[in-house]
């Protein structure tokens, strides 16, 4: 039962993230194509790791976490006006690099794909 409410507070703390991001967050070092990619809170609600994903180069992704974490503040200031939460969860960003190994490994299999159907 409180692995639900977990799940249930982690997708909320989910959304609101990338509204704050997408919207009330002005750092430059954040580019647009920011997202949050998962959100794990601790079965305690003490701490919730946040997946960061960054459309860019390694010096634009190290900018937008350090945007991030620079913001932390008023994003937690945020999360607790939408949130009803008797203590909010201090955030811990982190870079996902899912999306872009995925497109890395879709690319490496239509290679493959190609080269087989040439050589047929």
């Not at 507070?9 to 919207?23: A, D």
């Not at 919730?48 to 974490?69: H, M, P, R, T, Y």
Request: aromatic residues 4%.
């Amino acid at each position: 039962m409180k692995d639900k409410r977990v799940h249930r507070i982690s997708e909320e703390v989910k959304r609101e993230l990338s509204e704050i991001i997408q919207t009330k967050l002005k750092d430059p070092r954040i580019p647009p194509l920011t997202s949050v990619s998962y959100v794990s809170i601790t079965r305690d609600l003490s701490f919730a790791n946040v997946g960061i994903s960054v459309f860019g180069d390694e010096d634009q992704k190290a900018d937008a976490i350090d945007g991030l974490e620079s913001a932390k503040g008023f994003i937690k200031m945020e999360l607790g006006k939408n949130l009803k939460l008797r203590a909010m969860p201090d955030i811990i960003f982190e870079l996902d690099e899912s999306i872009e190994k995925g497109m890395e490994l879709q690319k490496t299999i239509d290679e493959l794909k190609k080269a087989e159907y040439d050589g047929e």
